[in-house]
T-cell receptor
């Protein structure tokens, strides 16, 4: 199947700093990518839809100024958690459509804010 | 809003048993449905994709059925192995906005 790569896999930062997470489609182009958040022992919650060359579409309740999404190329979307606080600590996962209707997911990025 | 329910929440079986994982969803207007596997602390691995027009899909020891009108899908895993231990997630994709909705998953433990 198609490969989606995320980096970093783990990041620890101090409260108030910003953290950038990258999501790359390695062997295909993706005009649309999706960002999810997963709390411990819970399922995935869609945060936003990232569209290449245009603004991201955020789900209700997700702060667009807190979670900045940039999709500057057909193979890269980035999620920046700005002014991170401990409550932003979570597992963030991206996905992209790598085949007709089939979504592939990255390995996830564990963010810990101290 | 699409609500997805997976039953059971957890399952523990001895090696060799067949597994049956159930998924129900409230909005039958789906584009397709995917089953994923998630290992602890890892991302999701796509197992099977069923198009809305299909009734089932098979890959190796895995078989998934779809009854779109009743909002149900079932994942069958034959002759389970310890390596099958993971959380399995059902995710129907809505036909109006192509967004995936996830259930809470079924955590499977296969005992050697």
């Amino acid at each position: 199947g198609a490969v989606v790569s995320q980096h970093p896999s783990r990041v620890i930062c101090k409260s108030g700093t910003s953290v950038k997470i990258e999501c790359r489609s390695l062997d295909f182009q993706a005009t649309t990518m999706f960002w999810y958040r997963q709390f411990p022992k819970q399922s995935l919650m869609l945060m936003a839809t990232s569209n290449e060359g245009s603004k991201a579409t955020y789900e209700q309740g997700v702060e667009k100024d807190k979670f900045l999404i940039n999709h500057a190329s057909l193979t890269l979307s980035t999620l920046t958690v700005t002014s991170a606080h401990p409550e932003d600590s979570s597992f963030y996962i991206c996905s992209a459509e790598g085949g007709p209707g089939e979504l592939f997911f990255g390995e996830g990025s564990r963010l810990t804010v101290l | 809003k699409q609500e997805v329910t997976q039953i059971p929440a957890a399952l523990s079986v001895p090696e060799g048993e067949n597994l049956v994982l159930n998924c129900s969803f409230t909005d039958s207007a789906i584009y397709n449905l995917q089953w994923f596997r998630q290992d602890p602390g890892k991302g999701l691995t796509s197992l099977l994709l069923i198009q809305s027009s299909q009734r089932e899909q098979t890959s190796g020891r895995l078989n998934a059925s779809l009854d779109k009108s009743s909002g149900r899908s079932t994942l069958y895993i034959a002759a389970s192995q310890p390596g099958d231990s993971a959380t399995y997630l059902c995710a129907p994709r809505r036909s109006n906005d192509y967004k995936l909705s996830f259930g809470a998953g079924t955590t499977v433990t296969v005992r050697a």
